[in-house]
Antibody, heavy 118, light 111 residues
């Protein structure tokens, strides 16, 4: 059974750096083809892809947010970490991690709401 | 540029069928897509992958009422025998090695 769970702060202040951790089970991020990514959803709005890391450590970022994002993986801990710098109130959203094996997203985490406010 | 376009809303009556559409941008008509369902106050769930030639592969436990098809640059999600729990937002998603792309979502209301 594949599960993913996001963890991190629920409240961050403007200009701070957000660090989110995705802890997963039921698959290995060392298996060829596997990728784990991050997606966010502002309240009442659509899904927005942020970043993606593959089994071979290749990383991809949303062009519009590339300068603020870093994605890393710890295969031994079954974790993927996303950092986003210089947080702003417009970054308030539910942040999801998700897994892909060969193409589309196959499994989603439950999401974690992050509010940016002073 | 790889873009997915969805109608913002759709509605259909309980027990009937509805067909949702996701349109791929010019030059990308051969791409496969995925459909994801997001029920109110819940996270998204993978429904199925729809390939360019029209075949589809559903996720675990997805009822037979859900099916997918294709025509040209359009990818479809058909839900038959609509139930109240089908009232949700439906997102299409596509990918290439460099990115994931989401459509704007369709809010389905079951009347």
């Amino acid at each position: 059974q594949i599960t993913l769970k996001e963890s991190g702060p629920t409240l961050v202040k403007p200009t701070q750096t957000l660090t989110l951790t995705c802890t997963f089970s039921g698959f290995s991020l060392s298996t060829s083809g596997v990728g784990v990514g991050w997606i966010r959803q502002p309240p009442g709005k659509a899904l927005q892809w942020l970043a993606l890391i593959y089994w071979n450590d290749e990383k991809r970022y949303s062009p519009s947010l590339r300068s603020r994002l870093t994605i890393t993986k710890d295969t031994s801990k079954n974790q993927v970490v996303l950092t986003m710098t210089n947080m702003d109130p417009v970054d308030t959203a539910t942040y999801y991690c998700a897994q892909r094996l060969n193409g589309p997203i196959d499994y989603w985490g439950q999401g974690t709401l992050v509010t940016v406010s002073s | 540029q790889l873009v997915l376009t969805q109608s913002p809303s759709a509605s259909a009556s309980l027990g009937t069928s509805v067909k949702l559409t996701c349109t791929l941008s010019s030059g990308h008509s051969g791409y496969a897509i995925a459909w994801h369902q997001q029920q109110p106050e819940k996270g998204p769930r993978f429904l199925m992958r729809v390939n360019g030639e029209g075949s589809h592969n559903k996720g675990d436990g997805i009822p037979d009422r859900f099916s997918g098809s294709s025509s040209g640059a359009e990818r479809y999600l058909t839900i038959s025998s609509l139930q109240s729990e089908d009232e949700a937002d439906y997102y299409c998603q596509t990918w290439d090695p460099g990115m994931w792309v989401f459509g704007g979502g369709t809010k389905l209301t079951v009347l």
